[in-house]
């Protein structure tokens, strides 16, 4: 098993091809110019994975309103993600469409950093997948990333809700504060002075000097 690197905020996603459930996977062809979600599993037949791949096949629709792909990865071989898949269908009542990487090796899990060596599984005796998340953007670039408890679920509304962040504050000169939903006023960077904040968005609200408000419909008209 080769050594596990280590990714952050603004680093290059490393491209790899491996088989998945709907045959060969490359991130980057299959990414393409999207924005993509990329989440792991420790193994496939696992109660709260189950779960979190039903959720993020039935949010596919609203990913794909944003351009955004999903794909997901378990150390398991190709023909298991096909039956786990059918259990996944079955037991959420879905359809699984978008990919699940087979990683048997743990090379992709390694290449990402996503291995806890101090959970072993028992039949291997290879370390086990952390339940990891990565939000990538078109130009490949790692914009997101979670890491979270095997006991606790994910939350793809949440992860979405990143999405729409990560989007608005790409094209807009603001930030989302917290609980920040799509449609919600947002707050003008610090980086603009009153002058700039007033030619770039009309009004605004000022609570303090660094703290400035706007609406959402105006940014659509910016």
Known sequence: MSQQGFLRIGDVAPDFTADSSVGEFNL???????????????????????????????????????????????VDPVDKHHGWVNDINETQNTTVTYPIVADADRRVAALYGMLDPTNLQSSTGLPVTVRSVFVIDPKKVVRLILTYPASCGRNFNEILRVVDSLQTTDKHKVATPVNWNKGDDLIVLASLNNEAAKAAFGEFREVKPYLRYVRDDQLKTN
């Open 28 to 74: 980057y062809k299959y990414v393409g110019d999207s924005w993509a979600i990329f989440f792991s599993h420790p193994a496939d037949y696992t109660p709260v994975c189950t779960t979190e791949l039903g959720a993020a096949s039935k949010l596919l629709p609203e990913f794909e309103k944003r351009n955004t792909k999903v794909f997901a990865l378990s």
